[in-house]
């Protein structure tokens, strides 16, 4: 297992605007992961990205991951006031989904009326 | 997608009391889960890792006596707070990852949560 550590800690935007967060890891992984979790709430999955893939796309989200500097990033367009939560990123090394998760303190968002 | 369904959502207790919380994958086999906790603004902290039919994996700094975890099936794992003190009031949460080919992917799925009070 390992963590992620994810920048900035706080973010706060006018909605409509794009956020970016970016996530940092320090060995090898299989697969990085990227969750939100509203306030209270469990976590939802957003997005996998593979180790051998260097962009996704899922609706407003893109992501994108840079083996060679061990770093990804998750981009928000066109924000909403209902984005507003905090994101987590999870790099995986093994190839099992039972690699345990080590949570960093995350990003939260704050998208502003 | 696959879901995890946590029971209770909430639970008040006394002090000294015991407290169980249900983690159940409901449409996926899972051979492992997870049990988080997450204080008030913090992020979540891994307490155990739990295989089942054998012992869970706990983390250091976390008592295996005070928080019983069973994994007696494929789709359900259960914490047990034993004798539980203000202190242990917080937010916990499981993760279950699904057996290859079950559910079609390697992530991990997370139940929304079981909110702890203990007076």
């Known amino acids: 297992s390992q963590q992620g550590e994810e920048d900035p800690q706080a973010l706060s935007i006018q909605e409509g605007e794009n956020a970016t967060m970016n996530c940092s890891y320090k060995?090898?992984?299989?697969?990085l992961q990227w969750y939100r979790q509203n306030s209270g709430r469990g976590l939802v999955h957003l997005i996998l990205?593979?180790?051998?893939?260097r962009e996704k796309h899922s609706g407003r989200l893109r992501v994108t991951l840079d083996t060679s500097k061990k770093s990804s990033s998750l981009l928000i367009t066109a924000s909403r006031a209902a984005d507003t939560a905090s994101y987590f990123c999870?790099?995986?090394?093994?190839?099992?989904?039972?690699?345990?998760?080590?949570f960093g303190s995350g990003t939260r968002l704050s998208i502003r009326p | 997608g696959a879901v995890v369904s946590q029971h209770p959502s909430r639970v008040i207790c006394k002090s000294g009391t015991s407290v169980k919380i249900e983690c159940r994958s409901l449409d996926f086999q899972a051979t492992t889960m997870f049990w988080y906790r997450q204080f008030p603004k913090q992020s979540l902290m891994l307490m155990a890792t739990s295989n089942e039919g054998s012992k869970a994996t706990y983390e250091q700094g976390v008592e295996k006596d005070k928080f019983l975890i069973n994994h007696a099936s494929l789709t359900l794992s259960t914490l047990t707070v034993t004798s539980a003190h203000p202190e242990d009031s917080s937010f916990y949460i499981c993760?279950?990852?699904?057996?290859?080919?079950?559910?079609?992917?390697?992530?991990?799925?997370f139940g929304p949560g079981t909110r702890l009070t203990v007076t």
């Open positions: 060995t090898s992984i299989n697969n």
């Open positions: 993760s279950a990852s699904a057996r290859l080919g079950t559910s079609g992917s390697d992530e991990q799925y």
């Open positions: 990205i593979r180790s051998n893939e």
């Open positions: 999870a790099p995986q090394p093994g190839y099992s989904s039972a690699s345990k998760i080590i």
